[in-house]
């Protein structure tokens, strides 16, 4: 990882103290490969987890119970796209175009959160996701809001505001279903029981097991490890879902008086990647959708790109 090019071990040595001094890399500034490498990674990853969590909730749009609910979750939708947006154009940044991104994307090589792979069966799906998913996005967000590099730090500021909406909504929703009929009781109940595990997946892999976290922790990427934002989630989450007089699917829960710790169970980390190696309930589902989408807005890029063409020739204003 490390150049033994004697310059490149200055540039090095100047790159980890401006990171330690708490200053932002930007686009043009000399950076170690290795950090252009996993922002690409981690960015467009993010991008593309935006991008496809548009469509378990998307597929809602037109059976809202009401009004309202259908506005509230248009607006969701499309934040989504647009988080999507920032995303992609903070890793162009960094050299790779928005048309390879989206070939790696749509060729099935391209990872996004596994959490998306899973199939929304009821309306009360939508509250969950909007508590338990964007909740869990935050907190690993709002940690990345403080990331290393600029342009991805500045991109998660308004990203989690428009989270904070998101997970607001969804919470209302469960709230009022909480409270509801013993019909509406047992639809969150059982939203809850299918989110709650890959909500947890969300976070990564086991510090001890993450093959990314060193360097990104040591180039201040994250400032706080997988576990660590895992735990402060789960510890956040247990008592409001107990309060609401709903439970969490896990029999190994239990609160540990001399950490303040809420311990959980072991993660299905053999169903986390069997649902990222493409083999999860929607994968190709959602692979289907993107490409449909991509075909579908060939005329789009076809326009632009016609008066970009034009624009250039002088041809147009
Ligand atoms: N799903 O070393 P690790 C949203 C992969 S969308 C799939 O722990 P890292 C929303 C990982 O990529 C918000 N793959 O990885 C949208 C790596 O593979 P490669 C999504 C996962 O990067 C619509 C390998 O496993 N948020 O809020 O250190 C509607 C080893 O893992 C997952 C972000 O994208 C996963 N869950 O840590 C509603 C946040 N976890 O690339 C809501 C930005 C791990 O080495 N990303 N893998 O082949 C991150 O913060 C980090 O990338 C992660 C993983 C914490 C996710």
Not at 74 to 82: H, N, T
Not at 109 to 116: I, L, N, Q, T
Request: charged share 25%.
């Amino acid at each position: 990882m490390e150049s033994r090019n004697p310059t490149d071990a200055t540039q090095l040595q100047e790159f980890e103290a401006r990171i330690a001094r708490g200053e932002k890399i930007e686009p043009g500034d000399w950076m170690p490969d290795e950090y252009r490498r996993q922002l690409i990674r981690m960015i467009s990853q993010h991008a593309h987890s935006e991008v496809v969590g548009m469509l378990p909730e998307g597929a809602w749009i037109t059976r809202a119970p009401n009004l309202r609910r259908k506005l509230v979750l248009l607006a969701k939708v499309q934040d989504e796209a647009g988080h999507g947006q920032y995303l992609y154009h903070a890793a162009e940044t960094l050299g790779i175009s928005r048309e390879e991104m989206l070939a790696l994307l749509l060729s099935g090589k391209a990872k996004y959160a596994s959490v998306f792979n899973y199939p929304t069966l009821t309306w009360a799906d939508n509250g969950v996701i909007g508590w338990l998913v964007d909740g869990a996005a935050i907190k690993n967000q709002t940690m990345l809001a403080h990331a290393s590099y600029g342009p991805y730090s500045r991109a998660m500021v308004r990203i989690c505001a428009e989270e904070g909406f998101h997970m607001k909504q969804g919470k209302e929703m469960v709230i009022m279903y909480a409270q509801g009929t013993p019909g509406q009781q047992a639809m969150v109940q059982d939203a809850i029981n299918r989110w709650w595990w890959p909500a947890l997946m969300m976070f990564g892999l086991p510090d001890d097991t993450s093959p990314n976290s060193e360097v990104l922790m040591r180039w201040g990427i994250k400032t706080k490890s997988n576990d660590t934002l895992r735990q402060e989630f789960v510890n956040e989450m247990v008592p409001e879902i107990h309060a609401l007089g709903l439970t969490v699917p896990d029999p190994d829960l239990r609160y540990d008086e001399a950490s303040g710790n809420w311990r959980y169970g072991a993660i299905d980390w053999d169903e986390f990647w069997q649902v990222v190696r493409g083999n999860g309930p929607c994968n190709a589902e959602r692979l289907a959708a993107r490409r449909q989408a991509h075909e579908d807005g060939a005329w789009v890029r076809e326009a632009v790109a016609a008066y970009a063409d034009k624009r250039a020739a002088g041809l147009v204003v």
